[in-house]
C-alpha cells in the first residue's frame, strides 16, 4: 500500500482459510465482514487482505500470516499511515467476557492473546482495540481447541448481535471519538 495521510486502519483478527470461518478467534474477521455493507472487494497484499470503507474512511485489513505473525499487516500499516498508530482499530477475541460483551480499550497488554503479542511486538501496545467476548474454555488445557471452535447454536445468536455491536463500536471510535465510545460501550447494560 502506498502511504496516506492517516486514515484508519481496521485490523480483524482472525486465521486465514474457510477451515477457520465462524470460530471464536476468527470474530474480528466477522466485525470487518459486517462492515463490509457495500460488498466491496477485499484486494490481496503483502501480509493479507484488504479493502476501503468509504463510510468510515477507513482501510480495512484481514491479516492472512496466521494469529501469531499478524503483528506483520499491523507493521505494514503503521508505515502506511505515516506512524501514527492511533489511527488503528484492532478487533479481536476475549475470553475474559462473556460471549456477546463489546469493550474499547486503549493500550494494554496482551491478555495471553498471541494477535495481541504480534501485532504489540510489531508496533507498541497504543491502539484502539474492540474486544468481543466469546467465553473461557471449562480449563486452560482446552483453551485451543476452544478459540478454533464454533460457537453453539445458542450463542450463535448473542455473536451476531455482538458483531453488529463490534461494528457500531468502531463507528462511534472513528466519528466520535474513542472516549466517547469507551463511554458508550464499556457500560455494564450494552
Not at 18 to 34: P, Q, Y
Not at 94 to 101: A, R
Amino acid at each position: 500500500m502506498k502511504k496516506v495521510s492517516t486514515p484508519n486502519m481496521i485490523i480483524g483478527l482472525g486465521n486465514y482459510g474457510s477451515e477457520f470461518d465462524l470460530t471464536r478467534h476468527n470474530i474480528g474477521f466477522d466485525v470487518l465482514d459486517a462492515l463490509n455493507s457495500k460488498n466491496e472487494k477485499w484486494k490481496a497484499g503483502e501480509h493479507g487482505l484488504w479493502c476501503l470503507n468509504w463510510y468510515l474512511d477507513a482501510v480495512m485489513l484481514k491479516p492472512t500470516t496466521g494469529m501469531n505473525s499478524c503483528g506483520l499487516m499491523a507493521e505494514d500499516a503503521l508505515q502506511t499511515i505515516q506512524g501514527d498508530i492511533t489511527h488503528i482499530i484492532v478487533v479481536h477475541d476475549d475470553m475474559d467476557f462473556e460471549p456477546g460483551q463489546v469493550r474499547v480499550k486503549v493500550g494494554g497488554g496482551d491478555g495471553r492473546h498471541n494477535g495481541l503479542k504480534s501485532i504489540i511486538n510489531k508496533i507498541g501496545n497504543d491502539f484502539t482495540r474492540i474486544r468481543v467476548g466469546i467465553g473461557k474454555p471449562r480449563t486452560k488445557e482446552d483453551g485451543m481447541d476452544f478459540v478454533l471452535g464454533r460457537f453453539t447454536n445458542k450463542e450463535r445468536k448473542v455473536i451476531n448481535d455482538a458483531i453488529q455491536l463490534a461494528a457500531e463500536a468502531i463507528n462511534w471510535v472513528i466519528k466520535d471519538g474513542v472516549q466517547q465510545a469507551m463511554n458508550r460501550f464499556n457500560r455494564r447494560e450494552i
